[in-house]
């Protein structure tokens, strides 16, 4: 069994089972991360995100943790391309705009089904910087400085962002499992 | 607070799904990423040192090579309709002098049990490119277009927008002609609708 590091090395070296590992630990996060902020199109910013990375792995320096930051770097940049492409603001899915009022039945869907899709459905719901800072923290895994660095801020940013996006969270889906005690607005 | 408590694992339980283990579809791209990475590893020069014109010319010539080739597969495919000429054999026509020899040149191709020397290995890989670039399908390939891992493909295809044609040109053989999906008589047939999903 080879450490992350190893494989990374393997990966680097040109050795397609290493890669393979690397697409299985990184592409769901990716994915997730994707979904939330160009909707249904993720799989393919993906795909774009791994066309770039499979031809730019050799060139890559550091270790596993920084992997999954260029990695992600990669992804969001992509997205972003696709996104100005599309003439769209990220994490602002256009059925949602129409769905403001349903948070409640978001939060409900997630608290009952507590599926991977409620769940980050109700993440999407945060505000932008919440909702990145949330997914790239616990979602992708990257710590606060990576976080960070893929998002072009600093890293207490990114920390109260997180906090705050998770805080509200926990307040929705209390919210949801308790419905006797709506909230006052 | 017992409440604060139930809180507290209402939120794990929101975050435990949201990193849950992969599911099956969210690695439906791996042999594609595979597939661009092997290519990315032709393509490139293994030692730094070497001058990169070299290999992006054995690049280029492998890849007209393998247009010739297939080519005369096409025109080959294409014989049994007579009449119905389809476009593809003409990027080895554009690709530069290669053009008039090109039934020569694929005669001498077609001997592929040679050593696997730069000339002859791109041949599969060009199979596998087809499948990485069509396997967004359905979406604007224009990010896959810039991405320089296609670039013998796009050579070998005469020009970006003759890619989907080569490709199913080049894939067809086990596909059959996918193109035009009509098949008026076959009443029986259960539900093998050709339509995908385009969501």
């Keep these: 069994m080879r450490s992350g590091d190893e494989v990374l090395a393997a990966a680097r070296l040109g050795d397609e089972d290493a890669f393979r590992t690397l697409y299985r630990d990184v592409q769901p996060k990716l994915l997730r991360y994707l979904q939330v902020l160009v909707g249904a199109d993720a799989e393919d910013v993906a795909s774009d995100a791994w066309l770039q990375m499979a031809r730019d792995l050799a060139t890559f320096r550091g270790d596993l943790d920084g992997f999954r930051g260029w990695a992600t770097t990669i992804a969001r940049n992509r997205a972003m391309d696709h996104l100005r492409r599309q003439q769209r603001r990220p994490l602002v899915p256009v059925e949602d705009v129409a769905e403001r009022a349903s948070l409640e039945d978001t939060a409900q869907a997630a608290l009952d089904s507590v599926s991977t899709d409620a769940a980050l459905s109700l993440i999407a719901r945060l505000p932008p910087d919440q909702a990145e800072a949330v997914l790239l923290r616990t979602v992708v895994g990257l710590d606060a400085k990576s976080a960070a660095k893929v998002l072009g801020k600093r890293p207490g940013a990114v920390r109260t962002a997180a906090h705050r996006g998770l805080r509200t969270l926990a307040a929705q889906l209390d919210a949801a499992a308790l419905p006797a005690r709506t909230p006052s607005e | ?199």
């Design chain 2, 1 to 199: 607070m017992s409440d604060h408590r139930a809180e507290h694992d209402r939120l794990s339980d929101l975050l435990a799904a949201a990193t849950a283990p992969a599911r099956d579809h969210e690695l439906a791209g791996e042999q594609a990423a595979v597939t661009a990475f092997r290519a990315a590893r032709l393509t490139a020069a293994p030692q730094p040192r070497r001058p990169r014109m070299l290999s992006l010319l054995s690049v280029k010539i492998a890849a007209t090579a393998v247009a010739a080739a297939g080519g005369i597969a096409l025109a080959a495919a294409a014989g049994a309709l007579p009449g119905q000429q389809r476009e593809e054999p003409a990027p080895a026509a554009d690709t530069n002098v290669v053009s008039t020899t090109s039934t020569t040149t694929a005669k001498n191709t077609q001997t592929p049990d040679q050593k696997p020397d730069n000339t002859a290995s791109p041949s599969p890989s060009l199979k596998g490119l087809c499948q990485a670039y069509t396997s967004g399908a359905g979406e604007d390939h224009g990010k896959a277009r810039e991405n320089p891992a296609f670039s013998a493909l796009i050579t070998a295809a005469g020009g970006a927008d003759r890619v989907p044609a080569f490709c199913s040109g080049l894939l067809g053989d086990k596909a059959g002609k996918s193109n035009k999906p009509e098949k008026p008589d076959t009443p029986g047939n259960s539900d093998h609708t050709p339509g995908k999903p385009t969501r």
